[in-house]
């Protein structure tokens, strides 16, 4: 019996190291793959945020790491991709969070012209509660646009809030926390870019095609 048992946990360790190896080789093989997927994803979604037609730049790789602060959500890394015409910066998009979720933390992506209007915002990240919250997803809901062409005129604009609180932004029925968080999110990363833009514009880029989490 003991004789059995023993040989049954050594079938079930080779068993367990096979598994372990076959994994490992799966994971391998597909890492670039996996690579590429999540480059196009960001690629598709900084064109969704800045329209193609406005640049003519290798807008995934003109970009450069901005350490966050409490505008951009978290005082982690964040990137700035920059859009070009001729070598001319017409718009550039930023990472930012919305720390204050109804679930968590809500990674954006918001795309400012240099002029400081919103070009458009996307939501890269989020565990909002289905059929309510993630009304922030453009295949859900078309909320998300009503960001494109405003302005924030100071940190004191009180336009930039839900209708709730006195602003310019509906809200979601049974969900106000979601739509608030990410106006605010909005509004700050302008804040940001406002006033940083000389800085982001100046500052030589790197390739740092890469989103945060």
């Known amino acids: ?8 946990a050594k079938v079930l360790a080779l068993f367990a ?14 890492k670039d793959t996996i690579m590429r997927q999540q480059q196009q994803q960001l690629l ?17 790789h003109d970009c450069q790491i901005i350490q966050g602060n409490d505008y951009l959500g978290n005082t982690e890394q964040q990137t700035a991709y920059i859009a070009r015409m001729d070598n001319i910066p017409v718009a550039v998009a930023i990472t930012s969070t919305a720390p204050d979720g109804y679930n968590g933390k809500i990674n ?11 070009s458009g915002v996307r939501v890269l990240k989020h565990q909002e509660t289905p059929g309510l919250g993630d009304k922030i997803e453009t295949r859900k809901n078309d909320w998300i646009y009503s960001f494109d062409n405003k302005t924030v005129e100071s940190v004191n604009d009180l336009r ?16 106000t926390i979601t739509p608030r968080a990410v106006v605010k999110a909005v509004k700050n990363t302008a804040l940001f870019f406002n006033e940083n ?9 790197s390739t740092c095609g890469e989103s945060n989490d």
């Not at 190896?21 to 994971?27: D, G, H, K, M, R």
């Not at 833009?197 to 880029?205: F, Q, V």
Request: proline residues 3%.
């Open 1 to 8: 019996m003991k004789v059995a048992v023993q040989n049954n």
């Open 17 to 30: 190291i096979a598994c372990t190896a076959l994994v490992s080789l799966v994971s391998w093989f597909t």
């Open 44 to 60: 598709n979604t900084l064109y969704e945020v800045i329209p193609a037609m406005s640049l003519n730049n290798d807008l995934y």
């Open 108 to 118: 954006l992506m918001v795309a400012l012209n240099v002029d400081g209007s919103v």
């Open 160 to 175: 930039w809030a839900v209708k709730k609180d006195g602003g310019m932004f509906d809200q979601f029925t049974g969900a």
């Open 197 to 205: 833009k000389d800085d982001i514009l100046a500052a030589p880029t």
